[in-house]
């Protein structure tokens, strides 16, 4: 089995594939300071609990695929790949990396691992022209030309960044739980909040996709929008825009893109 992990700023969110099947997959928090020995310690906890695996690490994974936003902790699953799984095959998403999609960037080196890797995924289940939107620590948008090209994106601050900004800078506010609130109006200050992030993220959404849309492609109607990332839920209902919903985008193009360099190791 193929074991994917990717790394966000926030969160580290690990499959396991059988062929093209997800069969397992977990959520972790990222801990920049967590050592190459540390990984591999929650790594056999993980995995130990899955009855396809093995309880010695390693046993049943035939491969691993790896992207990072996190420099830091890519330098230390490169380390865990070596020194525990240094018969298995591994892919480390950096430049070099086979992807098969062209990144028309000004410096193609500054797109994050993950923004790519999603695009390899969105090529591959729908064609383009697309945009990704990832719901993660930053919002991003990914377009994606009808040739497969990745042509640039949007950065915006993510979901949990506005809510904690609004706790810190907010003299009479404070954290709230990310939730639907009853209405759109609050009929109190939680609710007022909630409402402002769900309802206020949707229109950002539909906002930055149409306008994107319109320099994608002639017809916007042409450009597929998938959503992605752990927070995508809050906001899917609420967009007009959205198409798709595919939680497991990037671990789908982390599979892709092991399948495309694993021949040429």
Not at 37 to 62: F, K, S, W
Not at 122 to 148: H, K, M, N, Q, W
Not at 225 to 247: F, K
Request: proline residues 5%; aromatic residues 4%.
């Amino acid at each position: 089995m193929l074991l994917t992990i990717d790394v966000g700023n926030t969160h580290t969110v690990l499959g396991l594939f059988d062929g093209e099947d997800i069969v397992e997959h977990w959520r972790i928090s990222t801990d920049a300071r967590r050592t190459a020995d540390e990984l591999a310690v929650l790594l056999q906890g993980l995995m130990g609990m899955h009855p396809l695996l093995g309880e010695e690490l390693g046993d049943g994974i035939d491969g691993i695929a790896v992207c990072s936003t996190v420099p830091s902790v890519l330098h230390e699953l490169r380390e865990v790949t070596r020194r525990y799984y240094g018969d298995v095959p591994a892919v480390l998403v950096e430049p070099g990396i086979k992807t098969g999609v062209p990144i028309l960037m000004d410096n193609p080196k500054e797109v994050g691992a993950d923004r790519i890797i999603n695009a390899v995924a969105a090529v591959e289940l729908y064609g383009g022209p697309a945009i990704v939107v990832d719901f993660g620590t930053a919002t991003t948008f990914d377009a994606i030309s009808a040739r497969g090209e990745y042509t640039g994106g949007v950065i915006a601050p993510g979901i949990e960044i506005s809510v904690d900004a609004l706790g810190v800078r907010g003299a009479q506010l404070r954290k709230i739980e990310l939730a639907r609130p009853r209405a759109v109006i609050g009929k109190n200050t939680v609710e007022a909040m909630q409402a402002g992030i769900v309802y206020g993220f949707a229109g950002q959404v539909d906002g930055v996709v149409s306008r994107m849309t319109r320099e994608l492609a002639d017809d916007p109607d042409d450009v597929t929008v998938i959503a992605t990332g752990g927070l995508a839920p809050m906001v899917l209902g609420e967009s007009s825009l959205i198409d798709e919903h595919e939680p497991w985008l990037t671990l789908i193009g982390l599979r892709l893109v092991y399948e495309r360099n694993v021949s040429r190791m």
